[in-house]
């Protein structure tokens, strides 16, 4: 099993046929994505033919829907059209956008997110890797090749640090891997993705990866004191970051000691989850973890 993506999930990319769609859709393809349309206005009516598969260009989301039964949408859209191309999947009712444009403007973000989540439709992103069910399917840019299927869950604001941890715990594997993004407006966040990975029966350990500034991570760690059962294992990124200083994430700025990695760590660990101070050391623990877990596959 696996969350928000499985390998019956039906794909259609928004802006496939431009440079970074073309090469994400191949990657997803070749890691066994069902990616069944794309959709470009100017282009409705043809197909695209990457490595040996034909796939369907459409008018518009409802169109590739209508068509195909598509329930995931992949947005890689320039950010001046991305909110248009996010309320046009919302109309659609497509129940998953992931939406992997950076430097969307925050105004823009709001109205979508907003739009979206009246219409039931979830968000993940924007500035985010996306999702990888490994073995499954992969809706974004995180490279399927450097972990397996395995039965730790994984979410994370870091792109580069979804990776890196998808490759050091490579041997024991992933149910799925959730990059949420960094931005300061996200739709799917930390406990949405906790509650997902607390429901599936497939994930024995869950892997959260936060980073400083906001209070997304204190809000998290509430939350798992008091519905998460199932092992946890934290990382907080940004310990060495210079307060009052932006660093990488739009969201990710200290204010004296509010959203401070220490204040995050402590957070966490008073919740019960066991933090790392480096990704290898945050590996390490799910190890330790998952060797006292019954039933694991370590």
């Known amino acids: 099993m696996a969350i928000f993506l499985t390998k019956d999930s039906k794909v259609i990319v928004q802006g496939m046929t431009g440079a970074e769609g073309m090469k994400h859709t191949r990657r997803m393809l070749t890691a066994g994505t069902d990616v069944v349309g794309g959709v470009n206005p100017r282009k409705a009516g043809t197909r695209v033919h990457i490595d040996g598969a034909a796939v369907p260009v459409f008018g518009s989301v409802r169109e590739a829907m209508d068509a195909t039964g598509a329930e995931v949408s992949v947005l890689f859209v320039p950010p001046p059209h991305a909110k248009a191309a996010v309320i046009e999947a919302a109309d659609a009712r497509i129940p998953l956008a992931v939406v992997i444009t ?133 990382y907080i990124a940004g310990f060495t970051a210079p307060e009052g200083r932006t660093m990488g994430h739009a969201g990710a700025i200290v204010s004296g000691s509010s959203g401070t990695a220490t204040a995050k760590k402590a957070a966490l660990e008073a919740a019960g989850v066991s933090v790392g101070a480096t990704p290898t050391e945050t590996a390490a623990l799910v190890v330790s973890l998952l060797a006292e877990t019954p039933g694991d596959a370590a």
């Open 102 to 234: 950076e430097g969307i403007p925050v105004h823009d973000a709001v109205a979508f997110q907003a739009y979206a989540r009246a219409r039931a439709t979830r968000i993940i992103g924007p500035n985010c890797p996306g999702l990888i069910s490994p073995g499954r399917s992969n809706a974004g840019i995180i490279p399927a090749d450097i972990t397996k299927p395995g039965r730790i869950g994984l979410v994370s604001k870091s792109g580069t640090l979804t990776y890196q941890l998808m490759y050091e715990l490579r041997d024991i594997g992933f149910s799925t891997c959730v990059g949420i993004g960094g931005d300061p407006v996200i739709g799917t966040t930390h406990i949405d993705a906790l509650a997902a990975f607390e429901a599936d029966p497939d994930t024995d350990l869950i892997v959260m990866i936060g980073e400083i500034g906001g209070d997304a991570e204190e809000r998290a760690a509430r939350y798992i004191a008091d519905h998460i059962t199932k092992p946890v294992v934290g």
